[in-house]
């Protein structure tokens, strides 16, 4: 049971150029969520989505875009990627909301 | 600002020594709270949750206590050990008025606990 996979584990950017984060659950889970984890500070959700065809902003959702692919798959898009977004992203899932949500091992993104 | 926070930022103990890592939160409708324990280099991991209909929760090793009067949440670690190291967060699941959970959960900032051998 793999749980929540994240791809790429690492990447690296130049200013303005786009990508997409890979995220997939295995766990039949209707919830999933992205997360972004700067130094020194906790979680911020950038999007959910609370269920299957239904995606929702978080606190931090501006320059970034989300695609609720299928029940499994929940993908984050940078869209025109600045420095500001070099962070550790985290996806995560959950049975249903208000729930505890099961979390990928991260990517590392650096914006140059 | 941010609706979760802690007290202390580190934590040293011995092994063996029992470990309080403490949690407040400013949102007095939050339904539900969990602890996770990262690891470095890995994604957060469930240690333990509470709904706010209770005070207490125990499972392996770790206990939780959620003091809703003053907004407190706190986890006990029994007999750390050097495994424990790592840093610990609290999630605030925030409710708004109306009571229907909203799912999305709020971090605090961490605490980084070292446990000495």
């Known amino acids: 049971n793999a749980g929540v996979t994240q791809t790429p584990k690492f990447q690296v950017l130049k200013t303005g150029q786009s990508m997409t984060l890979q995220c997939a659950q295995d766990?039949?889970?209707?919830?999933m969520y992205w997360y972004r984890q700067d130094p020194g500070m906790g979680l911020r959700l950038i999007y959910y989505s609370a269920s299957e065809g239904t995606t929702d902003k978080g606190e931090v959702p501006n320059g970034y875009n989300v695609s609720r692919l299928n029940k499994r798959e929940f993908s984050l898009r940078l869209e025109s990627a600045a420095p500001s977004q070099t962070s550790v992203y985290f996806c995560a899932s959950s049975v249903e909301q208000g729930t505890e949500a099961f979390f990928g091992q991260g990517t590392r993104l650096t914006v140059v | 600002g941010e609706s979760v926070g802690l007290h202390l930022p580190t934590l040293s103990v011995q092994e063996g020594d029992n470990s309080i890592i403490n949690c407040a939160y400013s949102n007095s409708a939050s339904d539900y709270f969990i602890w996770y324990k990262q690891e470095s280099g890995k994604g957060p991991q469930f240690i333990i949750d509470i709904r706010s209909n209770m005070d207490k929760r125990q499972g392996q090793r770790v206990t939780v206590l959620l003091n809703k009067t003053v907004k407190h949440l706190s986890l006990q670690i029994a007999a750390t050990q050097p495994g424990d190291s790592a840093v610990y967060f609290c999630a605030e699941n925030l409710a708004p008025r109306g009571g229907t959970s909203y799912g999305k959960l709020t971090f605090g900032q961490g605490t980084i606990l070292t446990v000495h051998p």
């Open positions: 766990m039949n889970h209707n919830s």
